[in-house]
């Protein structure tokens, strides 16, 4: 089936429509993924695995190295900003309101800076640029403070407003699991169960909540429709439920949003 034919045969039966990103939407705006060649977990730091990194035992023991670690990455976030497929998100929002949910595995905040709203953005992964408290004290998210530097006095400031503890990366670390209060897992497993169509973009399938989301929406009869360079478990799926479309974020998305707009209008 072309597009086309899968988004107004999905929008017939309800409009709700998830879409849900991984670091290939982002790989256009020049921020590295993780499993791609020059991706974080293939190159890294010279002196640790870097997915031992991001854990909450490497924090523990080496809290000042993490940060530097998040710190550096915040930077090239920091550095870029959103591109065409970021801003078609945006677009998506403003034309469906609230039958559009968006479900993001980046940490990178650049779906927020094009446009999308915190409310029906949920940042399963965290966000490079906020921290809470090591200790746990209150889930309270708070921006962390610029400048950048990875120094250590600085990274010795960086402590929770209210304990005076240290403060820690808002983000989820492989030795932690999804929550509701502070990465929106019921939310986004409730969006998978109501979704008529699913938008996959740039991911490689390889974490926990998409899984759950993918297999939902499959099971419950959602379009699905994958973006992607390469071949992935997701697009073997989208090929059953809707179809895979081979080639760059940018290239396939802006012109998917307009079909799916101009469907949830007629
Ligand atoms: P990966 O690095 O695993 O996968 C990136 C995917 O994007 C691959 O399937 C690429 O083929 C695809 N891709 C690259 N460039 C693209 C482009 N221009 N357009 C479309 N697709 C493109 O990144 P994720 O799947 O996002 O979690 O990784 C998921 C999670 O694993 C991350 O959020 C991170 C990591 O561990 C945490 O850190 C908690």
């Given at each position: ?18 879409v ?21 977990w ?38 870029v ?14 034309g ?66 209210q ?21 929106r ?23 926990n ?56 209008k007629?």
């Open positions: 089936m072309n597009p086309t034919d899968v988004v107004a045969k999905a929008l017939k039966k309800s409009q709700q429509v998830v849900l990103t991984g670091a290939g939407i982002s790989a256009e705006s020049g921020i590295p993924t993780f499993r791609g060649e020059e991706g974080y293939t190159v890294g730091s010279t002196v640790y695995r870097p997915m031992e990194m991001a854990t909450q035992e490497a924090y523990s023991a080496m809290p000042e190295e993490v940060w530097r670690w998040y710190l550096h990455r915040r930077k090239v976030c920091r550095g900003g959103p591109n065409a497929a970021h801003r078609a998100l945006a677009n998506l929002e403003e469906l309101g609230d039958r559009f949910t968006l479900v993001t595995q980046n940490v990178d905040g650049l779906h927020i800076q094009a446009g999308n709203s915190l409310q029906r953005t949920y940042q399963i992964h965290g966000n490079i640029d906020y921290m809470r408290c090591a200790a746990a004290c209150s889930n309270r998210i708070v921006p962390i403070p610029v400048p950048f530097s990875g120094d250590a006095s600085f990274i010795d400031s960086l402590r929770c407003e304990c005076h503890r240290p403060a820690r990366p808002h983000i989820l670390w492989f030795d932690e699991c999804y929550s509701e209060t502070l990465y897992f019921e939310s986004s497993i409730r969006a998978a169960q109501e979704a008529a169509l699913l938008v996959i973009i740039g991911t490689s399938a390889q974490t909540l998409p899984n759950q989301m993918v297999s939902l929406c499959a099971r419950g009869g959602a379009a699905i429709i994958d973006i992607n360079i390469e071949d992935n478990a997701f697009a073997a799926v989208a090929q059953q439920c809707g179809v895979a479309l081979r080639g760059k974020a940018t290239l396939h998305l802006p012109a998917l949003v307009e079909t799916i707009i101009a469907a949830a007629s």
